[in-house]
């Protein structure tokens, strides 16, 4: 095995993310920063009187492109370009994601980031393991996760767009927290105690691959250039997150293995087929 490959599997698993830079070249940047200028209208100055009215608050001007997940199905931001469809199975990413998710998974829901300064913080979440908001783990209680939940079946790989960072604000994580077997503790969650938070050096051009069992959110945007990300959320193929789904744009031009990646969930290898056979790759 390649030593870049062994050292990136052993962080990711260690940490629960991961940042590999250099993913897409400066030319897909610029075409896909290119696609979204064409797409989006710009974050009106008034955002923040704007934000108190709508439905999801400051989650509505955060998020663009959404399908799946919590929001409806559709193709989301892939029907923005090809550029983006072609990003589903970025060889950089499958990797890892196999690594997670072993051989047959699928594209889950989608959506993109965007902040310009001045933009607040988001709320510190994982939606697996201890402090998935269900489980009913006791505040200081060891949780013994039963077998019957999901822990580690979930995967993103979030392409930045533009530079992100300590100084900047973006992602942010508690490395390692994807195996904690404790809930996140409520000084820690309301930002009294946040020396455990990094934020990730994510430079345009790099993909931030995580667990969703880390415990993730969002720190405010202090640079003068808007932050750009987009997130591809992958589940090993018998799980589901919603009802809804992530589908292909009218007319996109998919290869046997993207259009696997929108398969509906089914049992891995019994009825959805691996993702690297020579059929779909
Ligand atoms: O990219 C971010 O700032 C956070 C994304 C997030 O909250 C999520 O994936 O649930």
Sequence with gaps: MDDQVELNRYLYELQGYLVIEDVLSPAQVERLNELLDEHLPPIPDDWRERAKQA???????????V??????????????GQAF?????HPRTMEILRFQLGDAFRLDRIFGMRMREGFPSGRLHSDYGASEPFTGAEPGKLYKQPAYQALHGFAVAAFNLT?????TGGLCCI???????ITLPKTIRDGTHTDVVICPRAPAGSVTLFSEATTHGTLAWKANHERRSILYKYCASQLTWSRTRVLPPEGAALTDRQRLLFDEPAGAKWFFPSLFEASTT
């Design 175 to 181: 490395p390692g927290s994807h195996n904690a077997q």
């Design 85 to 89: 469809v072609d990003l589903i199975d």
């Design 67 to 80: 399908a799946g997940g919590s929001y409806a199905s559709g193709p989301g931001f892939l029907d923005f």
């Design 163 to 167: 530079d992100a960072g300590p100084e």
């Design 55 to 65: 439905p999801r608050g400051i989650y509505d001007y955060y998020r663009f492109g």
